[in-house]
């Protein structure tokens, strides 16, 4: 069985261009989590997304939004792009079923801005 | 953004030395799961915890549900170099998932 699927693995962009990174959860979830690691920090919460709506989002401007598909795919958008937005963006997926809930995450696309 | 406190942030330990880490929150948390993050890699699920009190072993890896629901441990028993990477604790808050601010591990052979 597939795991999480992220592409592009690298995103070379120059300040104020838009980006755009997609991911496939595992088969069968319909939650997906968007997270953003600054080179040596920790995961700080985006976005998440479950059955195709926005459900939360974490301290983050308008200009990083995303959307869940039908098929549960996900894109995460970011406009505007600012140097500091130069970082891992990692994807995870869950089945949703609370509270016995396990996230599994992709490889991650690394963003970076010039 | 919101993390969780890990302690410690680093440490370099000898081969076959056992190691210990913990996370703490001000919150109180209904779910934690323990993460190894490889460099350019995304994180891997080590140990999912659910229950306050709970104790849960994956080979050498231990991990503890704190009775306060508040902090959770991690222990690796016998290390090896592969043990090396960054650990992150997550708890299940109202954001979903919370991380903690990571572990680095150095394993000295």
């Known amino acids: 069985e597939a795991g999480v699927t992220q592409s592009p693995t690298h995103l070379i962009k120059t300040r104020g261009q838009q980006a755009t990174l997609r991911c496939s959860p595992i088969?069968?979830?319909?939650?997906v989590y968007w997270y953003q690691q600054a080179l040596g920090l920790g995961l700080q919460f985006l976005l998440w997304?479950?059955?195709?709506?926005?459900?939360n989002r974490g301290n983050f401007p308008p200009r990083f939004s995303g959307r869940q598909f039908p098929n549960y795919s996900s894109e995460l958008n970011v406009n505007a792009l600012e140097l500091e937005d130069s970082a891992l963006y990692l994807c995870?997926?869950?089945?949703?079923?609370?509270?016995?809930?396990?996230?599994?995450f992709g490889s991650g696309t690394q963003l970076s801005v010039l | 953004g919101q993390q969780l406190n890990q302690s410690p942030q680093s440490m370099f330990i000898q081969e076959g030395e056992d190691v210990s880490m913990n996370c703490t929150s001000s919150?109180?948390?209904?779910?934690w799961l323990w993460y190894k993050q490889d460099p350019g890699e995304g994180p891997v699920l080590l140990i999912a915890?659910?229950?306050?009190?709970e104790l849960t072993s994956n080979g050498r890896l231990t991990a503890q549900f704190g009775i306060t629901r508040k902090d959770s441990f991690l222990n690796i028993s016998a290390s090896i170099p592969s043990d090396v990477g960054i650990y992150f604790c997550?708890?299940?808050?109202?954001?979903?998932?919370?991380f903690g601010t990571g572990t680095r591990l150095k394993v000295l052979a």
């Open positions: 919150s109180i948390f209904n779910t």
């Open positions: 997304y479950d059955e195709g709506e926005e459900r």
């Open positions: 997550a708890g299940l808050g109202a954001y979903k998932y919370i």
């Open positions: 915890l659910y229950k306050a009190g």
């Open positions: 088969s069968g979830h319909t939650s």
């Open positions: 995870a997926s869950s089945s949703g079923q609370v509270p016995n809930e396990k996230l599994f």
